[in-house]
Nanobody, 115 residues
Framework: QVQFVESGGGLVQAGGSLTLSCVASLSTFRIRIMGWYRQAPGKERELVAYISPNGATVYVDSVKGRFTISRDNAKKSVSLQMKSLKPEDTAVYYC?????????WGQGTQVTVSS
């Protein structure tokens, strides 16, 4: 069974930084597009950024210039460096494949940005 273990979240003031990490027990990790998603209270889960097997990256407009996604295929890990955080970035953050095609979601990691 595929598992994703996210870590690195926390409470930070607006303007602060956090780096999230995710380790995946996915046998096909090297050839999969990996994404970071987030779900804010009362909202649907949304894709934040994704990275292709060769390192090409895409971001949603709301995080462009502030977030950086990266991956380490040898470690089957994907990271999300977040800078200039805003209260609206508050959410539980998850990693998974992109497009999402069924692997179970991990427990996520909570990011809370205070104003």
């Amino acid at each position: 069974q595929v598992q994703f273990v996210e870590s690195g979240g926390g409470l930070v003031q607006a303007g602060g930084s956090l780096t999230l990490s995710c380790v995946a027990s996915l046998s096909t990790f090297r050839i999969r597009i990996m994404g970071w998603y987030r779900q804010a209270p009362g909202k649907e889960r949304e894709l934040v950024a994704y990275i292709s097997p060769n390192g090409a990256t895409v971001y949603v407009d709301s995080v462009k210039g502030r977030f950086t996604i990266s991956r380490d295929n040898a470690k089957k890990s994907v990271s999300l460096q977040m800078k200039s955080l805003k209260p609206e970035d508050t959410a539980v953050y998850y990693c998974n494949t992109h497009p999402y095609d069924g692997p179970s979601w991990g427990q996520g990691t909570q990011v809370t940005v205070s104003s």
